[in-house]
T-cell receptor, first 114, second 113 residues
Framework: AQSVTQLGSHVSVSEGALVLLRCNYS??????LFWYVQYPNQGLQLLLK??????LVKGINGFEAEFKKSETSFHLTKPSAHMSDAAEYFC????????????FGAGTRLFVKA | NAGVTQTPKFQVLKTGQSMTLQCAQD?????MSWYRQDPGMGLRLIHY???????DQGEVPNGYNVSRSTTEDFPLRLLSAAPSQTSVYFC????????????FGPGTRLTVL
């Protein structure tokens, strides 16, 4: 069975500081991994995804994530936080043989302080 | 191109009432799904469909019903609403590939009294 664990339900950073949101996954088959962002009162939108090509994946708004198979991790980073990055972030996994079901983590809410 | 649309945006029901949450997409996506979002629990899959006439259960299907008569529409029916179904509901659609991105609607906030 596949699962996703996001470490930290809330993360607070200062504007201009590094953003690091942690995600660990469990999958018995090669996974496809996603990060989605949800702004207040909106639906989710894709930030980036890993599909077994390059292990370092670049997404929108300056975010990137690195797939580390040995650590079963897919942490999301951004070098310099902006006030507009305040949102909830979800890590998600699909298996290559699991059909279309996507398993989401519980989410991490990012706060950015001025 | 409207993407994924959901109606209504807000709904208040009394226990035992039934209702249908509407979802439509104009991207000709085969795959559609319904999720519920509860604090601290992320998104949980209720039902999904891989094409017109084909539906299947997700993690939390009890108390919900779906049908898919067209590619565009995927309504979610609450048969007899319960307070435990108070949640935010999201519809999503995607192409058929396992690596394809899901596109989400804006959500329906449902309160059951």
């Amino acid at each position: 069975a596949q699962s996703v664990t996001q470490l930290g339900s809330h993360v607070s950073v200062s504007e201009g500081a590094l953003v690091l949101l942690r995600c660990n996954y469990s999958s018995s088959v090669p996974p496809y991994l996603f990060w989605y962002v949800q702004y207040p009162n909106q639906g989710l939108q894709l930030l980036l995804k890993y599909t077994s090509a390059a292990t370092l994946v670049k997404g929108i708004n300056g975010f990137e994530a690195e797939f580390k198979k040995s650590e079963t991790s897919f942490h999301l980073t951004k070098p310099s936080a902006h006030m507009s990055d305040a949102a909830e972030y979800f890590c998600a996994v699909k298996g290559s043989t699991g059909g279309f079901k996507t398993i989401f983590g519980a989410g991490t809410r990012l706060f950015v302080k001025a | 191109n409207a993407g994924v649309t959901q109606t209504p945006k807000f709904q208040v029901l009394k226990t035992g009432q039934s209702m249908t949450l509407q979802c439509a997409q104009d991207m000709n996506h085969e795959y559609m799904s319904w999720y519920r979002q509860d604090p601290g629990m992320g998104l949980r899959l209720i039902h999904y469909s891989v094409g017109a006439g084909i539906t299947d259960q997700g993690e939390v299907p009890n108390g919900y019903n779906v049908s898919r008569s067209t590619t565009e529409d995927f309504p979610l029916r609450l048969l007899s609403a319960a307070p435990s179904q108070t949640s935010v509901y999201f519809c999503a659609s995607s192409q058929q590939g396992v690596a394809d991105t899901q596109y989400f609607g804006p959500g329906t906030r449902l309160t059951v009294l």
